[in-house]
């Protein structure tokens, strides 16, 4: 599954796919596909998809109930990442993330579409590997809860923000980008895991799984927290 894509640019994770993929993969659309419109549920900007929007997109590229899948995208910024984390919650756990990235594939890359067979896939929604703004205020502070912010330095510690209209992060969270190794965790902890829009955060809660520890999902993210006029701290 080719899930490149970049963030201000919808467009360009197709245009990638056809100028040269790997021989025999589908693509599917973090925008259009791996999410909901803006203003979903959770009021985030890449709200989670409807479990019958997904089954629809995944059946669609090839994916089954038997099938095996391996993602990637460019540099590991989240596309492959987001349809890891979305199958396992949909119920489907024989996934993998090529990684590195496209950038990492050792063979040729065919240009074009492919004729992919369409499969049947079921969703079947978990409810224990996602956390809401609510439940993290009701949890932030108490032992045991710990909260991760994915986003860089510079967006955690709100001296720029080119996205969202409130810089800063959510009080009491710490900083583990999604661009580095995740700092060590203890794996007896109830770790949560946000980033801008729920999209790189899940490159940290598969490294964290890839260290031990497994990690919740704040799908929201900071475009939800910020819009509700939340707390917000500095620094």
Avoid at 135 to 161: N, S, T
Wanted: hydrophobic share 40%; aromatic share 8%.
């Amino acid at each position: 599954m080719d899930c490149r894509w970049q963030l201000g640019h919808p467009e360009i994770g197709r245009e990638l796919y056809l100028s040269g993929h790997v021989p025999g993969a589908s693509f599917l659309d973090v925008e259009a596909e791996l999410s909901a419109p803006p203003g979903g549920a959770d009021g985030g900007r890449h709200p989670l998809p409807a479990p019958e929007d997904f089954a629809r997109a995944a059946g669609a590229a090839g994916i089954g109930d038997d099938t095996l899948v391996v993602a990637y995208d460019q540099g590991m910024n989240g596309g492959a990442a987001r349809l890891w984390w979305l199958l396992r919650h949909f119920g489907h756990g024989d996934v993998a993330v090529l990684r590195g990235g496209l950038d990492d594939w050792l063979g040729p890359l065919r240009a074009g579409e492919e004729h992919i067979e369409a499969a049947d896939f079921r969703a079947e929604p978990r409810q224990d590997d996602l956390v809401s703004a609510e439940e993290i205020e009701e949890r932030l502070g108490k032992p045991g809860f710990l909260l991760v912010d994915a986003r860089v330095p510079e967006r955690y510690r709100g001296e720029v923000e080119p996205i969202d209209p409130v810089a800063g992060h959510i009080p009491g969270a710490v900083n583990m980008p999604y661009t580095a190794e995740p700092s060590a965790v203890d794996p007896d902890a109830e770790v949560a895991v946000y980033c801008g829009s729920g999209i790189s955060a899940a490159v940290t809660v598969l490294a964290l799984e890839r260290a031990g520890v497994e990690a919740k999902l704040y799908p929201g993210s900071w475009s939800e927290w910020s819009s509700r006029g939340l707390a917000v701290e500095r620094g």
